[in-house]
């Protein structure tokens, strides 16, 4: 059983700037939720795909977007990087959108904007 | 909106004290609660899982316990080592997603 992989592990990019960020799911699982962390906050909700399809997003603008694909990994895109998007970003993954579903995050993709 | 609080923040403890970290939320009416570690810069580790019906969860050292009705959580880590020294995170379903407390940041010293 694979667990969840997120890549790549650190980047930098400039202000103006898009990014894709990878998550490969863990086997099995369906649903993958995308999360932005900044430094000494918890996690802060923006997106979950569940069978390739947008189920729910949180309080990001529609910069952000994201992707699903057949095979249940997922993407993470964002266009005109501001400063302010610097953070963690967490991939979780989980067995269906049910709200008893256990979650399995990736190490994390450190996204630095200069 | 459920809102999720953790304290202490942080806490420093000398290696072998048992400890215990809280878990605050504001709407009872979850399913589950996750317990999870974070080391500096990395992902999350999923530590327990606890179900709405249940009211304890342990795995080796560390014990959760669960109290709907007061909207508490408590993370008990008995004999601590060095090793513990991470930041300790709650999490509820809510909606589509979880809801994280802020963590506690705790450091075991030897």
């Known amino acids: 059983e694979t667990g969840v992989t997120q890549s790549p592990t650190h980047l930098i990019k400039t202000r103006g700037q898009q990014v894709t960020l990878r998550c490969s799911s863990q086997s099995g699982h369906n649903t993958v939720s995308w999360y932005q962390q900044a430094l000494g906050q918890g996690p802060q909700f923006i997106f979950q795909?569940?069978?390739?399809?947008?189920?729910g997003r949180g309080n990001f603008p529609p910069r952000f977007s994201g992707l699903q694909f057949p095979n249940y990994s997922s993407e993470l895109n964002v266009n005109a990087l501001e400063l302010d998007d610097s953070a963690l970003y967490l991939c979780a993954s989980s067995l269906d959108a049910g709200k008893r579903a256990e979650a399995f995050f990736g190490q994390g993709t450190r996204l630095t904007v200069v | 909106k459920q809102e999720v609080t953790q304290i202490p923040a942080a806490l420093s403890v000398p290696e072998g004290e048992n400890l215990v970290l809280n878990c605050s939320f504001t709407d009872s009416a979850i399913y589950n609660l996750q317990w999870f570690r974070q080391d500096p810069g990395k992902g999350l580790t999923s530590l327990l899982l606890?179900?709405?019906?249940?009211r304890e969860q342990t795995s080796g050292r560390l014990n959760a316990s669960l109290d709907k009705s007061s909207g508490r959580s408590t993370l008990y880590i008995a004999a601590s080592q060095p090793g513990d020294s991470a930041t300790y995170l709650c999490?509820?379903?809510?909606?589509?997603?979880?809801?994280f407390g802020p963590g506690t940041r705790l450091s075991v010293l030897p």
């Open positions: 795909y569940y069978r390739e399809e947008e189920n």
């Open positions: 999490a509820v379903p809510y909606g589509q997603n979880f809801v």
């Open positions: 606890i179900q709405s019906s249940q």
